[in-house]
C-alpha cells in the first residue's frame, strides 16, 4: 500500500475505533454511600473488582504525609477473617492477579481474576474495607518495606527525586507539595492509633467506588454486593478534603540538586489547570505533540538531529486540583545543562510561535484517540476508568464521551496554551548535576 493510502486507512481506523466504543454500564448507590458500577462483558471469563478510595496524599496531615501509600501496603497484611500475608495466596490460588496504587488524589485496589472467582474478590475487598489489620506488628513490617521502597525508587534511583524536588518547589501551600510516598520521618513517629483513625477517617463506602467489569451476571453481582457490602456501615464525620488554592508563581523559581548521576538533566515544572478542564486537554494534547514516540517534536529535534539529548520528554499530571506539567531532558555525553536548556525552550519557542501544520494535527488527533481506545482495552482498565471518571467528576459515562472534549480542541488551542502556561514565570527550572567528587 502506498503511503498516502496507508495514512488514509490509519485515520479511518482511528476515527471508526473511536466512533465505534460504547461502553455499557450500571450505577447505583448503597445506603452506606458505596457506589457502585458495573460493566458485563462476556468476550473472556475474566471480571476485574476494584475499589477506589477518594484519598491520596492531599489528604494527609502535613506532620503524618506518606499515610495514603502506606496504607496501599498496609491493607494487604489482612483482615481479621484473612491470615496475615494470605491476602496473596488466596488470589494466587484462585488463579488471579492483583496489584494497588496511590496518587496524590486517589488510592486503587483491584484483583482480575477467573469469572468464576467473583465472590472471592468481593469478599476480599469486603474485608479490607470493614475488617482490614491495622495494628503494631503489621505497621511495622510495612514501614521497613516502604522505606525500602523508597531507597529504591527515589534516593538510589538517579533522577529519582526529580517529582519529589520539582512538587515541593512549585507549591508553597497546596498538599501537592509533599511526595506521594511521604516521609520516612513522618511514618516512623506515628503511633497505632494514628493509623487507626487514618483507617477510619478514609476507608469507608462513602468514600469509594467499587467497580466491577468483565464476565459478570448483572442481577446476581449486585446480590452479591449487597452481602458483602451492604452491612457495612457508612463512615463518621465528615471527609477531609483539602480548599486550597495555590497562589501564582511570583516568577521562575531555579535551583540545581547534585546526585548519584552521570548526565546533567533539565527538569522544568510548569503549573497547569486541573484535570477535566477545557484548557487541560489542549495542554494534554500539547504534550503528546512534543514528547510521545520517537517522531515527536522534542525527541527528533533533542535527540536525533542535534544530539543534545539521550531522552528528552513533556508530561502532564492529571491532578483534582491544578497540577504541573514536567518538561524533562538528560543531556547527551558532552552537552552542559544551559545548552540543553536552551535547545529545550527553542522547541517550545517554535509551539508558541507557529502554528501546527494540519498534518501534524491530523496526527496528534488520531494519536490521541488510539490512547483513548488502548486504556480501556482491557477489563481492569474499564473498571479503573469509569471509576476515575465517577470520584474525579461525578460521571463514569466519559468513558464514552471524554474523546469529544480532546476532539474539540484545535491548534490555536494548543498555540494558545503554550503561550498562556509555559513561560518562564511560570515553572520551576532545576538542573540534576553529578556530585563533585570533592565537594
Do not use: C
Not at 113 to 127: F, I, V
Not at 136 to 157: F, H, P, S, Y
Amino acid at each position: 500500500m502506498n503511503k498516502p493510502l496507508l495514512t488514509l486507512a490509519l485515520l479511518l481506523l482511528g476515527v471508526f475505533s473511536a466512533q465505534a466504543q460504547n461502553i455499557e454500564f450500571e450505577e447505583y448507590q448503597l445506603d452506606n454511600g458505596l457506589k457502585v458500577l458495573l460493566h458485563q462483558d462476556k468476550s473472556t471469563p475474566i471480571v476485574a473488582v476494584s475499589v477506589m478510595y477518594h484519598v491520596g496524599s492531599k489528604n494527609e496531615k502535613p506532620d503524618r504525609t506518606g499515610f495514603a501509600h502506606f496504607f496501599e501496603h498496609l491493607l494487604f497484611e489482612g483482615s481479621e477473617n484473612i491470615g496475615r500475608g494470605e491476602f496473596f495466596g488466596i488470589i494466587e490460588n484462585a488463579g488471579g492477579t492483583n496489584n494497588a496504587n496511590t496518587t496524590y488524589d486517589r488510592t486503587f485496589y483491584y484483583e482480575v481474576m477467573p469469572s468464576n472467582h467473583l465472590k472471592t474478590g468481593l469478599w476480599l475487598e469486603s474485608e479490607r474495607m470493614l475488617h482490614a489489620r491495622v495494628d503494631d506488628e503489621g505497621i511495622e513490617t510495612q514501614r521497613q518495606v516502604v522505606k525500602e521502597e523508597r531507597r529504591q525508587r527515589i534516593d538510589n534511583q538517579p533522577y529519582g527525586s526529580v517529582l519529589e524536588e520539582s512538587m515541593k518547589r512549585a507549591y508553597s501551600k497546596h498538599p501537592y507539595q509533599y511526595s506521594v510516598i511521604g516521609s520516612m520521618e513522618h511514618l516512623d513517629a506515628a503511633q497505632e492509633a494514628d493509623y487507626k483513625q487514618f483507617y477510619a477517617d478514609f476507608y469507608r463506602p462513602d468514600n469509594a467506588i467499587l467497580s466491577i467489569a468483565g464476565d459478570i451476571d448483572i442481577a446476581e453481582t449486585k446480590k452479591m454486593i449487597d452481602m458483602y457490602f451492604g452491612s457495612i456501615p457508612r463512615g463518621k464525620g465528615e471527609i477531609f478534603r483539602p480548599n486550597i488554592v495555590e497562589p501564582a508563581l511570583a516568577g521562575e523559581i531555579r535551583d540545581t540538586i547534585y546526585d548519584n548521576v552521570q548526565l546533567p538533566a533539565v527538569v522544568q515544572t510548569y503549573r497547569i489547570p486541573a484535570a477535566g478542564t477545557d484548557d487541560y486537554y489542549a495542554v494534554s494534547m500539547l504534550s503528546t505533540l512534543l514528547s510521545q514516540g520517537e517522531s515527536s517534536r522534542m525527541y527528533r529535534a533533542l535527540v536525533d538531529e542535534q544530539q543534545k539529548a539521550v531522552f528528552a520528554g513533556n508530561f502532564p499530571l492529571d491532578l483534582e486540583d491544578p497540577g504541573v506539567a514536567l518538561v524533562f531532558g538528560i543531556a547527551n555525553m558532552g552537552v552542559d545543562a544551559k545548552d540543553l536548556e536552551e535547545a529545550i525552550d527553542a522547541e517550545m519557542k517554535k509551539v508558541q510561535t507557529e502554528l501546527i501544520s494540519e498534518r501534524e494535527f491530523q496526527k496528534l488527533r488520531n494519536q490521541t484517540e488510539a490512547d483513548f481506545v488502548t486504556a480501556n482495552s482491557s477489563v481492569i482498565g474499564v473498571a479503573e476508568s469509569l471509576a476515575n471518571y465517577e470520584m474525579y467528576y461525578g460521571d463514569a459515562n466519559l468513558i464514552n464521551t471524554e474523546l469529544e472534549r480532546y476532539m474539540k480542541v484545535t491548534r490555536e488551542d494548543i498555540q494558545r496554551v503554550a503561550k498562556k502556561y509555559f513561560v518562564p514565570s511560570n515553572r520551576v527550572s532545576l538542573y540534576y548535576l553529578p556530585k563533585p567528587e570533592n565537594p
